[in-house]
């Protein structure tokens, strides 16, 4: 295959994608696959010959949709939303074709200044302070990871990365157990250690208790421990709980520990300065991230990190061997790989721009919006329905439901609903209990689709007693 078949195939490709969008809701939203039914179907070596296009084109049709979850349903409301605008899959195919290693400036000028003028522009969609500035990273696991590290290497006084951890005291990080398993990965990757990552009890609003907080560092200094940071949730995994962000950056700031929100779902979200005052007090953070590979409807991977002073990021992951130095660079030059982990690094930042314009900050807004809006209509609904209770009201647009005849019938039920094929829903489990969680947030969905979930549930518990 060559550039001119990739011209031809690129055609078809379009073609299949546009007719695979069109047809979506007549796909069941989970892949109804079973296990290892897919590698079946696949020979068990490689070709020692090429193949044709024709082919392999047509195997990918026969095996490959069929057995996928389709994300991209309007009637996906599982996990969060993995988002992808038809302007950022555009932008995509683009960077696709210039294939760059935007590892340096100079490897890539153009990436690298629409990502500094993406950070501003987001910054101000968010409502973040000036002075704040960041980075795109692959995921927020990664923007954590290298926020934990630099709170390491701070607290430290960079001897962590010289010398390594032995020798040195316990490391600890605060957070709620409301926060995303990626934090617990940071605690273990960065040398913490799990048991390290303090889980600080949450109040009655299922926010940190900045009292607890601070009495967790008190005992820790007396323990002979080292405080190193504080990370903050704003709308959690599980059910969207938010840390009262203001009293418990105000409590880390009077120990001397920075800060990092995790914004990864919820992020999105403060484009609407009404939806705001869940991050009150987020601009004295020192890192918050967000991904709008989640709810803005720029398609995985692109999580942003913002960071109020760059500097110390830089000098915990920022090298610069011989072989990576820009010759005759007489102007203040930016190399991102310097601020993340890996130092390859895609063209994110175009998909970012493509989405900004395409759909504009307030046609993105009325999409979250509606999401909000249509999430508080689908719990009312469900709410009201015998056999069913309200777990968790709306954040946003996250809430859960349970049956109330026990955990066993609302696991049959869930499984039942996603067999069904009609919506894609998840599981999660609240103070003890399972629960069926709700999110909506897919970027094409319709009042009509979310209101299916609805229509499902009333069709699976007809016969039921308490239907
Ligand atoms: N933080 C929160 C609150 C999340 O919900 C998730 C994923 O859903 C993550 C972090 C991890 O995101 P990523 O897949 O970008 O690492």
């Given amino acids: 295959m060559n550039h001119d078949d990739l011209r031809k195939w690129s055609k078809r490709a379009a073609d299949w994608a546009h007719g695979y969008h069109a047809g979506l809701r007549e ?8 296990p290892g039914a897919t590698a079946a179907r696949l020979p068990a070596t490689a070709p020692e010959a090429p193949e044709p296009m024709e082919r392999v084109m047509a195997d990918f049709e026969a095996i490959v949709p069929d057995a996928m979850t389709h994300w991209q349903h309007p009637r996906f409301f599982a996990y969060f939303p993995s988002n992808a605008a038809p302007a950022s899959m ?33 910054r101000d969609a968010l409502g973040l302070p000036e002075g704040f500035t960041g980075t795109i990273h692959d995921s927020a696991t990664t923007a954590t990871l290298s926020a934990v590290l630099t ?61 607890a907080l601070e009495a967790a560092i008190a005992a820790d200094r007396a323990a002979g421990h080292l405080p190193i940071g504080v990370i903050l949730c704003v709308g959690g995994t599980s059910v969207g709980a938010s840390d009262r962000l203001a009293p418990c950056i105000a409590v880390a700031r009077r120990e001397g520990l920075t800060t990092h929100v995790d914004a990864a779902w919820a992020g999105t ?6 939806f705001r005052d869940i991050w009150d007090g987020v601009a004295q953070a020192d890192s918050v991230v967000f991904n709008p590979h989640k709810w803005l ?28 130095q820009t010759l005759d660079a007489d102007t203040a030059i930016t190399d991102f790989n310097e601020w993340t982990i890996p130092l390859g690094r895609r063209f994110r930042a175009l998909k970012l721009w493509f989405v900004l314009r395409a759909y504009g900050l307030e046609g993105l807004r009325t999409r979250i919006r509606n999401h909000v809006a249509w999430s508080s209509e689908l719990a009312e609904r469900i709410g009201g329905m015998e056999a069913l209770e ?78």
């Fill in 297 to 324: 409807g720029v398609q995985f991977d692109c999580s942003v990190q913002f960071l109020a002073d760059p500097a110390a990021q830089l000098r915990t992951l920022g090298l610069r061997p011989d072989y990576l």
């Fill in 90 to 122: 555009l932008a995509e195919q683009l960077a696709n074709a210039m294939a760059a290693q935007c590892m340096l400036w100079q490897t890539s000028p153009a990436a690298t200044e629409i990502e500094q003028v993406m950070i501003g522009w987001l």
């Fill in 269 to 274: 979200a403060m484009i609407c300065p009404e």
């Fill in 27 to 34: 796909r069941p939203v989970r892949a109804q696959a079973q």
């Fill in 390 to 467: 309200i777990v968790t009201p709306p954040a946003l647009s996250l809430f859960t439901f349970a049956h109330r005849d026990g955990d066993a019938m609302s696991e049959d039920l869930l499984k039942r609903i996603n067999d069904d094929g009609r919506v894609y829903l998840t599981q999660t489990r609240h103070a003890g209990r399972f629960a069926i969680r709700v999110q909506i947030g897919q970027f094409d969905c319709t009042r009509e689709d979310v209101m299916t979930v609805a229509e499902v549930l009333e069709d699976l518990l007809v016969g039921s007693d308490r239907a």
């Fill in 151 to 211: 709170m390491r290497e701070r607290a430290l006084d960079w001897a962590g990365n010289a010398a390594g951890l032995s020798g040195q005291p316990r490391l600890r990080l605060y957070a709620s157990d409301q926060v995303h398993s990626s934090i617990d990965k940071a605690a273990r990757i960065a040398g913490l250690g799990q048991d390290n990552l303090v889980k600080v009890p949450t109040d009655a609003d299922l926010s940190m208790d900045p009292e």
